[in-house]
């Protein structure tokens, strides 16, 4: 509310304003930086990396907030390749809480491209790493979530919806209500889908 201008698809601008400038010759001047910026808008993204001398673990941040910010914005084949692009650093670097993240969020992305021998194959390593490593439970959830919606996808209607109950479960036992949410609503579709209206609506009501 105390904010000037609309914040949609925007990234955010850091600015100091001086006391003594008017609000017009401040806004002209954070324009006039802003396209400054532009010459650098399309510079790729390891040069920023270099360039900032950023950490490992910076790096890799930095490159899976990129591939949500990209998805979030419809980009999707750019996501894609940052998110693979994280999922190689993890494997080099040999990070199982990583990897297993990277393979669950490229699964995700395989199906809906329609690829569901890749997306089985990442589901799978997925899931080896949840049994050969320490991962926490609460990563489990969001695996689970992608198996049911890969099992939804390849017909198998009842096992997909025994799959999204135990997503239900476990993100309740750990408050992760978004994951929560999508869990009942595609537990819902999927169930009308087959012609399951006792547990269309049961998953609605929930």
């Not at 390593?125 to 689970?144: C, K, M, N, V, Y």
């Not at 919806?161 to 819902?188: G, K, S």
Request: charged share 30%; hydrophobic share 40%.
């Amino acid at each position: 509310e105390q904010q000037l201008g609309l914040f949609i698809n925007t990234l955010p601008v850091i600015a100091s304003p001086q006391a003594t400038l008017s609000v017009g010759d401040w806004v002209r001047s954070v324009q006039d930086k802003n396209l400054l910026l532009r010459d650098y808008e399309q510079t790729p993204l390891q040069d920023i990396q270099r360039l900032a001398q950023l950490s490992p673990d910076d790096r890799y941040t930095l490159t899976i907030s990129l591939a949500a910010a990209y998805s979030f914005v419809d980009r999707m084949a750019e996501s894609t390749v940052l998110q693979e692009r994280a999922y190689e650093d993890s494997k080099r670097r040999q990070i199982p809480s990583r990897m297993f993240r990277d393979a669950v969020n490229l699964a995700n992305k395989r199906l809906w491209e329609g690829r569901l021998d890749a997306t089985r194959a990442f589901l799978d390593e997925a899931e080896a790493l949840l049994l050969d490593h320490e991962i926490s439970d609460g990563q489990r959830s969001f695996l689970l979530q992608n198996q049911a919606l890969y099992l939804w996808k390849m017909g198998r209607h009842e096992e997909a919806i025994a799959r999204f109950h135990q997503a239900r479960d476990n993100a309740r036992r750990h408050a992760q209500w978004p994951i929560l949410n999508r869990a009942l609503m595609r537990r819902a579709e999927c169930a009308e889908e087959a012609g399951l209206w006792a547990e269309a609506l049961c998953a609605r009501r929930e």
